[in-house]
């Protein structure tokens, strides 16, 4: 079946500028997670929808990235006025419901921005 | 705090050369989820294990094999005889339980091992 999509998958942006990030979960997966993995780090995590629950943004380094998930399946990573920090691999990962025989979590190939 | 430590920056073997990838953690839960994740450069994350808190029975699955102990807070990852297709990023994660759900992964920095042949 299909896994996990992100779209763009680079994305090359100027220094202030906007920009969405895609990720399009697996079909009926009810967990949705954003990392972010700079250039030979390991990931961190940003943010985590469960269900129709409050989103658990603890990961979000600042107030110009925030994420949304419409419909309990697609979800879109925002990051206002770029910086060049802000540059790394964005990584999208879905799971399934269930309990602990569910708990993989599947990522996708990733968006690679750079921020000029 | 929970936290995940690979101390092992780059480790470089030749073919068919056992290795051992260290992965030591640190939570405060009794129940957590440690997983052991590949990302060959391709860069696409490939699962490859999860264990839970309560089962410390060692794990093989062909030439890989995993080593948890509790008393250490150590899941080591051994690839016997390894391969140049070997190569890659391995990253050790542990997640915590709490309010009938999973949480986010943490990562540790991963270890990059490159296999010559």
């Known amino acids: 079946g299909a896994g996990v999509s992100q779209s763009p998958s680079n994305k090359v942006t100027e220094k202030g500028k906007d920009v969405e990030l895609r990720c399009d979960p697996i079909?009926?997966?009810?967990?949705l997670y954003w990392y972010r993995q700079r250039l030979g780090q390991g990931l961190e995590f940003l943010i985590y929808f469960q269900g129709n629950s409050a989103p658990d943004k603890s990961g979000l380094p600042s107030d110009r990235f925030s994420a949304e998930r419409t419909g309990g399946s697609v979800s879109t990573l925002t990051i206002q006025r770029t910086q060049q920090e802000d540059s790394a691999v964005y990584l999208c990962a879905s799971r399934p419901p269930g309990g602990s025989s569910y708990n993989e979590q599947f990522f996708g190939p990733g968006t690679r921005l750079t921020v000029l | 705090a929970q936290k995940v430590t690979q101390a092992q920056t780059e480790i470089s073997v030749v073919e068919k050369e056992d290795v051992t990838l260290d992965c030591v953690y640190e939570?405060?839960?009794?129940?957590?989820?440690l997983f052991w994740y590949k990302q060959p450069p391709s860069g696409e994350l490939v699962f490859l294990i999860r264990?839970?808190?309560?089962?410390?029975q060692n794990e093989i699955s062909g030439r890989y094999s995993w080593n948890f102990q509790k008393s250490t807070s150590s899941f080591n990852f051994t690839i016997t005889a390894s391969q140049v297709v070997d190569s890659a990023v391995y990253f050790c994660a542990l997640s915590e339980w709490y309010g009938g759900s999973q949480g986010n992964l943490i990562f540790g920095k991963g270890t990059k091992l490159s296999v010559k042949p």
């Open positions: 939570t405060r839960d009794t129940t957590y989820y």
């Open positions: 264990r839970n808190s309560f089962d410390e």
């Open positions: 079909s009926g997966h009810t967990a």
